[in-house]
Nanobody, 121 residues
Framework: VQLQASGGGLVQAGGSLRLSCAAS????????MAWFRQAPGKEREFVGL????????KYADSVKGRFTISKDGVANTVYLQMNSLKSEDTARYYC???????????????WGQGTQVTVSS
């Protein structure tokens, strides 16, 4: 399976962006779709995840209340709606697929190429 992320760009602080991640093959109910981000010189950081079947979600404390993950089962796509963006949200955002309800990037075995989000202050 391939994951294709899109939707990144340059936005002012306080603005919004919606990222998309389309999977080339069917995503099953047991799969976990997650978003991570990585800023230059920093480790890859968990952002949020969704269990495909139940739509249970989990978010990093740093984005809770501002970011929302959702899915479109027909389009086999997961979304990351990002509101009230801050300069510290600037990073390359990656989507990933795994089978564990995990915030650890090593638990995910399929990754997209990432999309850059830059928030200007």
């Amino acid at each position: 399976v391939q994951l294709q992320a899109s939707g990144g760009g340059l936005v002012q602080a306080g603005g919004s962006l919606r990222l998309s991640c389309a999977a080339s093959a069917r995503t099953f109910s047991s799969h976990i779709m997650a978003w991570f981000r990585q800023a230059p010189g920093k480790e890859r950081e968990f952002v949020g995840l969704i269990r495909w079947g139940t739509q249970s979600t989990k978010y990093a404390d740093s984005v809770k209340g501002r970011f929302t993950i959702s899915k479109d089962g027909v389009a086999n796509t997961v979304y990351l709606q990002m509101n009230s963006l801050k300069s510290e949200d600037t990073a390359r955002y990656y989507c990933a697929r795994g089978s564990s309800f995990s915030t650890v990037f090593r638990d995910y075995n399929t990754w997209g190429q990432g999309t850059q989000v830059t928030v200007s202050s």
